[in-house]
């Protein structure tokens, strides 16, 4: 079975600089897929960024980025220059391929960029 | 406009009554998952189903069920409704590239029930 773990419920930052969001997961599977998704006070699920296990660069989407460390089974997204539009819960989610392909979510991380 | 729509957006009922809520798969996506989000929590798998078969369950009680319709449409109804149903329920479908998954996630349905 996948499980996700967040162990940062809550995290803030200032504006301009960077954090990073922690998140370890466990699967016995090879072929897995584990993404950030971000969700603003809006409530919507917005895709921040993924990252194909079979791939050993890390993924890049602008100011977003991962450090995938697969032997640790660790996966952290670090938001540079951050923004006030970061302000959201964070989730990490992990699925595999030859499954039902379901997401497995982490319980989230609350992150607030102050001015 | 994520291309997956969930109707209604806002659902306020009682307890004891029963309730549909719909989804409607982005164009091309034959794979629609049903979450559900209460206050605070993360997003708690419900089912998923492929083409119009249940592919897969998770906890899902049984006051709740879901289908999926030849247009690949799908309905997730509750009934017997408690006060702890009330959450935000998500639909999603998916795609294979032959690369890797995506995720296209509706904007969900606020459910309370009072």
């Known amino acids: 079975a996948q499980t996700v773990t967040q162990s940062q419920p809550e995290m803030s930052v200032q504006e301009a600089e960077t954090v990073t969001l922690s998140c370890t997961y466990d699967?016995?599977?090879?072929?897995?897929?584990l993404f950030w998704y971000k969700q603003p006070p809006s409530r919507q699920m917005i895709l921040v960024i993924r990252?194909?296990?079979?791939?050993?660069q890390n993924a890049t989407e602008n100011r977003f980025s991962v450090n995938f460390q697969k032997a640790a089974k660790s996966f952290s997204l670090k938001i540079s220059d951050s923004q006030l539009g970061d302000t959201a819960m964070y989730f990490c989610?992990?699925?595999?391929?030859?499954?039902?392909?379901?997401?497995?979510f982490g319980k989230g991380t609350k992150l607030t960029v102050n001015p | 406009d994520s291309g997956v729509t969930q109707t209604p957006k806002h659902l306020i009922t009682a307890t004891g009554q029963r309730v549909t809520l719909r989804c409607s798969p982005r164009?091309?996506?034959?794979?629609v998952y049903w979450y559900q989000q209460s206050l605070d929590q993360g997003l708690q798998f419900l089912i998923q189903?492929?083409?119009?078969?249940?592919?897969a369950k998770g906890n899902i009680l049984e006051r709740f069920s879901a289908q999926q319709f030849p247009d690949l449409h799908s309905e997730l109804n509750l009934s017997s409704l408690e006060l702890g149903d009330s959450a935000l329920y998500f639909c999603?479908?998916?795609?294979?590239?032959?690369?890797?998954?995506?995720?296209?996630f509706g904007s969900g349905t606020r459910l309370t029930v009072v």
């Open positions: 989610a992990s699925t595999y391929q030859g499954g039902s392909e379901k997401l497995v």
């Open positions: 699967t016995s599977e090879n072929n897995y897929y």
């Open positions: 990252q194909e296990a079979y791939k050993q």
């Open positions: 164009s091309g996506d034959l794979s």
């Open positions: 189903y492929y083409n119009g078969e249940e592919r």
């Open positions: 999603a479908s998916s795609v294979y590239d032959g690369l890797a998954y995506g995720y296209t």
